[in-house]
Protein backbone atom coordinates (compact mmCIF):
# COMPACT_ATOMS: atom_id res chain seq x y z
CA UNK A 1 0.00 0.00 0.00
CA UNK A 2 2.83 2.37 0.62
CA UNK A 3 4.07 1.67 -3.07
CA UNK A 4 0.65 2.42 -4.11
CA UNK A 5 0.31 5.95 -2.00
CA UNK A 6 4.08 6.95 -3.08
CA UNK A 7 4.94 6.88 0.45
CA UNK A 8 7.66 3.63 0.29
CA UNK A 9 10.83 4.07 2.30
CA UNK A 10 12.32 4.34 -1.61
CA UNK A 11 10.03 7.06 -2.59
CA UNK A 12 10.66 9.12 1.31
CA UNK A 13 14.43 8.50 0.67
CA UNK A 14 15.07 9.69 -3.10
CA UNK A 15 12.50 12.72 -1.66
CA UNK A 16 15.43 13.62 0.90
CA UNK A 17 18.45 12.64 -1.50
CA UNK A 18 16.73 14.94 -3.73
CA UNK A 19 16.68 18.06 -1.11
CA UNK A 20 20.28 17.34 -0.05
CA UNK A 21 21.52 17.32 -3.59
CA UNK A 22 20.11 20.78 -4.17
CA UNK A 23 20.67 22.48 -0.71
CA UNK A 24 24.24 21.26 -1.03
CA UNK A 25 25.89 20.27 -4.68
CA UNK A 26 29.24 19.57 -3.08
CA UNK A 27 28.15 17.39 -0.33
CA UNK A 28 29.23 13.35 -0.71
CA UNK A 29 25.67 12.08 -1.12
CA UNK A 30 25.05 14.51 -3.62
CA UNK A 31 27.70 13.29 -5.80
CA UNK A 32 25.58 9.97 -6.13
CA UNK A 33 22.49 11.11 -6.31
CA UNK A 34 21.63 10.16 -9.73
CA UNK A 35 22.90 6.72 -8.95
CA UNK A 36 20.98 6.34 -5.66
CA UNK A 37 18.08 7.78 -6.90
CA UNK A 38 17.93 5.42 -10.35
CA UNK A 39 18.76 2.31 -7.83
CA UNK A 40 16.05 2.90 -5.65
CA UNK A 41 13.32 3.49 -8.92
CA UNK A 42 14.84 0.44 -10.37
CA UNK A 43 13.59 -1.77 -6.64
CA UNK A 44 9.96 0.16 -6.73
CA UNK A 45 9.53 -1.49 -10.58
CA UNK A 46 11.18 -4.80 -9.26
CA UNK A 47 8.81 -4.83 -6.02
CA UNK A 48 6.15 -3.88 -8.37
CA UNK A 49 6.72 -7.14 -10.38
CA UNK A 50 6.90 -9.16 -7.65
CA UNK A 51 3.90 -8.18 -6.42
CA UNK A 52 1.98 -8.57 -9.66
CA UNK A 53 3.51 -12.05 -9.99
CA UNK A 54 2.88 -13.33 -6.57
CA UNK A 55 0.41 -11.21 -4.83
CA UNK A 56 2.73 -10.36 -1.57
CA UNK A 57 5.52 -8.01 -0.90
CA UNK A 58 8.77 -9.75 -1.99
CA UNK A 59 10.90 -10.85 1.63
CA UNK A 60 13.31 -8.05 0.92
CA UNK A 61 10.64 -5.69 1.70
CA UNK A 62 10.55 -5.40 5.42
CA UNK A 63 14.35 -6.43 6.04
CA UNK A 64 15.75 -2.41 7.05
CA UNK A 65 18.79 -1.33 4.85
CA UNK A 66 22.05 -1.66 6.10
CA UNK A 67 24.49 1.04 5.31
CA UNK A 68 27.79 1.42 4.15
CA UNK A 69 30.55 1.99 6.66
CA UNK A 70 31.62 5.58 5.47
CA UNK A 71 28.76 6.02 3.18
CA UNK A 72 27.63 9.16 4.45
Known amino acids: MLRLNNA ?3 TV ?6 RVA ?3 PNHKVSVNS ?3 S ?3 KHQLVEHEKY ?3 HGEDPDWCGKIPE ?3 GAV
Do not use: C, G, V
Not at 13 to 18: D, K, R
Open 38 to 40: SFW
Open 67 to 69: LES
Open 8 to 10: SRF
Open 13 to 18: ASIALS
Open 51 to 53: TIE
Open 22 to 24: HAQ
Open 34 to 36: HEL
